[in-house]
């Protein structure tokens, strides 16, 4: 049985860590971030995903799962290593590698043995040979380059926060990139439970498995850019998005999901996935075009949502708008490159004044955004948030938000302009309580 260490304790590290342990592995999490290792000891978790706190202390409590700081004992702890830590953008869109590589020399520094070592983190092609180099060179300044036999591995991840565990326990295909059968045979070992339940396996080498996540990525992204694009030419044409999507995703070929026009893709990955997949095209000469336009694309979305704003209600100066919903997508905390920055920041920048809600990423919120935004408040819950204002924008489709209750909206607001930037709404439905109603394409 391959023990496992998890280096980075994010929402990638923390979920593979506690479901590799769920799988019946002895897993360690190691973290550089102290106090984050301190709360995960005592059961504090870093993130919000539904049902991780359960498993994290079940197998903790089995002693399959634990938490340290201390490379040293993580590394001897174990014979597979996933590096799991960021890979956030630099300021020309390249992916940052420091603490990948980081990762790399200190596990290298303490390694007593043969080890796996599996990178799971996002990074461009080319990454795996960087961190295979990286081992090599630190064993040769340990005077040990000839003892210790490694392996490096690429296992991208695919799970979508706000439903991690399932992603990470149903996935809808396992990708392993290695050059040595055996560590393959490790790999398919380690996620023997997914194997023998014939989940799909892809057995490449390193490059294209690292190449297969950034497609994936870009792939998805292109396809919710290309429907929102599609959105904009509905309101100007008069058709309805919501039809359009319906009959164009029931053709197999092109599939049902991915397909809601909103106010653009946010988060973690989308956004620093394609511009780091633009920034290797470049490198190797290779113009990604659609990947380029894709991001321009969404960028545009983004600022069309506070155009829609504005000009649904004239000037937005010195009135009040309730913003509901903070996190990029429901289910999770994360508001990395979440629609609702650019709405908030833009919005304020012309006079509004803004009361916002989210079910969890609240605390998020005040911890690290708005600290620039004067005129914000925060809000107890989305009525308190619709108090005496002017106008209601779902930005979040969290489903306490799917059900409002309008008359009591139209009792508690001050104006009557709903914008439903995810179409969770229908129009006439909303109109009919008497809000003016602004969807996305329809
Ligand atoms: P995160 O920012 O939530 O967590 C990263 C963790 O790594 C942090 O806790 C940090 O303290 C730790 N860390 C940084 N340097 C370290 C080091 N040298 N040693 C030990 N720990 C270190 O990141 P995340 O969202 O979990 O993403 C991790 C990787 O997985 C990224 O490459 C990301 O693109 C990829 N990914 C993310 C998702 C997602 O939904 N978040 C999905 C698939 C893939």
């Not at 870093?46 to 991780?52: A, D, N, T």
């Not at 040595?180 to 294209?208: D, K, W």
């Not at 039809?243 to 995703?249: D, E, F, L, Q, T």
């Amino acid at each position: 049985m391959n023990n496992i260490a998890v280096i980075g304790t994010g929402y990638v590290g923390l979920v593979s860590g506690a479901c590799f342990s769920e799988f019946g592995r002895r897993v360690v999490c190691m973290d550089v971030d102290g106090q984050k290792i301190e709360n995960l000891k005592n059961g504090i978790l870093p993130i919000y995903e539904q049902g991780l706190s359960d498993i994290v202390q079940k197998n903790v409590r089995s002693g399959r799962l634990s938490f340290t700081t201390d490379y040293k004992f993580a590394v001897e702890s174990a014979e597979v290593i996933f590096i799991a830590v960021g890979t956030p953008p630099r300021e020309d869109g390249s992916a940052d590698l420091q603490y990948v590589l980081s990762a790399a020399r200190s596990i290298a520094e303490n390694m007593n043995g043969y080890k796996v070592i599996v990178d799971k983190s996002t990074v461009p092609i080319g990454t795996g040979q960087k961190v295979k180099q990286v081992i090599s060179e630190t064993l040769k300044e340990r005077g040990e380059s000839g003892e210790y036999d490694f392996d490096v591995v690429s296992n991208p991840e695919f799970l979508r926060e706000g439903s991690a565990l399932g992603d990470f326990l149903r996935p809808d295909r396992i990708v392993i990139g290695s050059e040595s059968e055996r560590a393959a045979g490790i790999m398919r070992e380690v996620y023997r439970a997914l194997y023998i339940n014939n989940h799909p396996f892809v057995f490449t080498n390193i490059e294209t498995a690292e190449m297969i996540k950034y497609a994936s990525n870009a792939f998805l992204a292109t396809k919710i850019t290309f429907v929102n694009e599609i959105a904009n030419l509905c309101e100007a044409v008069g058709a309805d998005v919501k039809h359009v999507s319906k009959a164009v995703g029931l053709d197999k070929r092109v599939g049902r999901y991915f397909l809601h026009a909103g106010a653009g893709y946010g988060g973690s990955c989308f956004p620093k996935d394609t511009s780091a997949l633009v920034s290797i095209g470049d490198d190797c000469g290779v113009n990604m075009s659609v990947v380029r336009s894709v991001i321009k694309a969404n960028d545009a979305q983004k600022l069309r949502m506070v155009d829609k704003i504005i000009g649904g209600m004239g000037d937005v100066c010195g009135r009040t708008i309730a913003i509901l919903g903070l996190a990029f997508k429901p289910e999770t905390d994360d508001m990395r490159e979440a629609p609702a920055l650019t709405l908030i920041s833009e919005l304020n920048k012309r006079g509004a004044k803004l009361k916002v809600y989210d079910p969890v990423a609240m605390g998020f919120a005040r911890k690290h955004y708005f600290d620039d935004i004067d005129e914000l408040s925060y809000a107890g819950d989305e009525y308190d948030a619709m108090e005496g204002a002017d106008a209601a924008v779902l930005v979040t489709e969290w489903n306490q938000f799917r059900t409002l209750d309008f008359a009591r909206m139209g009792r508690i607001m001050r104006g009557n302009y709903f914008f439903d930037l995810r179409n969770v709404y229908e129009p006439a439905h909303v109109e009919s309580k008497g809000f003016k109603y602004f969807g996305v394409g329809r």
